[in-house]
């Protein structure tokens, strides 16, 4: 919105298009107009002037994803491993979020950390969930449990694994020396095996 002269022009931007609304008598009058056309584009509350008119069953439509974006959630970028990792932009800051299993997980931290940053719901991955601090809270607790699980998995797998190596490493040992001691109480090299020549052993 701008004034010209005594009046109050009122414009919007619609996919990159400028599209004049008209000129008004008051600044409110404009504004106003910019809200109605605002609301049809599905703009969200924090872009509109006047929240008190805004009608109850308004639901803002859902920002589209970037056209470089594969995996069709806001804030989720795939890593080694087939997981799922949670970015947000804050204030010009990336922060992460964690690490999660699958692609909705992930997208639901984003939209939890989203909320309570403040974020319009058209930023929101799934707009009509209720989030709140408490799931939040509950839904990374989850999360790291299930870190620990796999942590724990991981270190038993490789106690026994070393266990094992242990294991079959002393009865090679007590296999080899039973073999290299011979039928009648003598010594025999294994290393050296007895060669066959001219019909004697040598």
Excluded: W
């Excluded at 509350?45 to 470089?68: A, E, G, I």
């Amino acid at each position: 919105m701008h004034k010209r002269g005594k009046r109050f022009h009122a414009g919007i931007k619609i996919d990159c298009k400028a599209q004049g609304l008209g000129t008004f008598d008051t600044p409110k009058e404009a504004a106003q107009a910019y809200d109605r056309a605002a609301i049809q584009a599905g703009r969200p509350t924090s872009k509109l002037n006047f929240l008190d008119q805004v009608p109850k069953s308004y639901k803002p439509m859902k920002k589209k994803l970037r056209s470089d974006n594969t995996i069709g959630f806001r804030g989720v970028y795939k890593v080694k491993g087939n997981r799922f990792r949670a970015y947000i932009n804050i204030g010009g800051r990336v922060r992460s979020i964690g690490y999660f299993g699958t692609t909705k997980e992930a997208a639901i931290a984003f939209d939890l950390t989203a909320t309570e940053a403040k974020r319009p719901i058209s930023d929101l991955n799934f707009p009509d969930m209720i989030h709140t601090k408490m799931l939040k809270n509950k839904f990374l607790n989850k999360n790291k449990k299930k870190k620990r699980k796999t942590k724990k998995s991981s270190t038993s797998t490789k106690s026994n694994s070393s266990s094992s190596s242990s294991s079959s490493s002393s009865s090679s040992s007590s296999s080899s020396s039973s073999s290299s001691t011979g039928g009648g109480g003598g010594h025999v090299l294994a290393e050296f095996p007895s060669t066959r020549m001219g019909g004697g052993l040598i």
